[in-house]
């Protein structure tokens, strides 16, 4: 299974660093794919990785605020954001699909998912 962490609440202008831990399976087959959610609005795609880290995709949002990153030795995925707006303000799940195409940004595609880190960014 998944596990985020490094939530938390923080001012605009700030960062935060999630990080997403693989349990009881190896990540490193995997495409990891960061989502959020706010209430009454659908789950969207953030950022996603490639299996051997060899490709990265954002959403357009997140394109040169966020960084996403892995450690496959370390079962580990990051999203670093930067520069935090109060619309960044959502529940923050990581999530794996197979490896082929490392674009994932719909849901539907996931194989697992984490239970989600609550990131609130105050003006």
């Known amino acids: 299974h998944l596990q985020e962490s490094g939530g938390g609440s923080v001012q605009a202008g700030e960062s935060l660093k999630l990080t997403c831990g693989g349990y009881g399976n190896t990540m490193s087959y995997f495409t990891i794919g960061w989502f959020r959610q706010v209430p009454g609005k659908a789950r969207e795609g953030v950022a996603s990785i490639a299996s051997s880290a060899e490709a990265t995709h954002y959403a357009e949002f997140a394109e040169g605020r966020f960084t996403i990153s892995r450690d496959n030795g370390q079962n580990r995925v990051w999203l670093q954001m930067n520069n935090l707006k109060p619309e960044d303000t959502a529940v923050y799940y990581c999530?794996?699909?197979?490896?082929?195409?490392?674009?994932?940004?719909?849901?539907?595609?996931?194989?697992?998912w984490g239970r989600g880190t609550q990131v609130t960014v105050s003006s």
């Open positions: 999530a794996a699909k197979g490896p082929y195409n490392s674009r994932f940004f719909d849901p539907t595609d996931a194989e697992f």
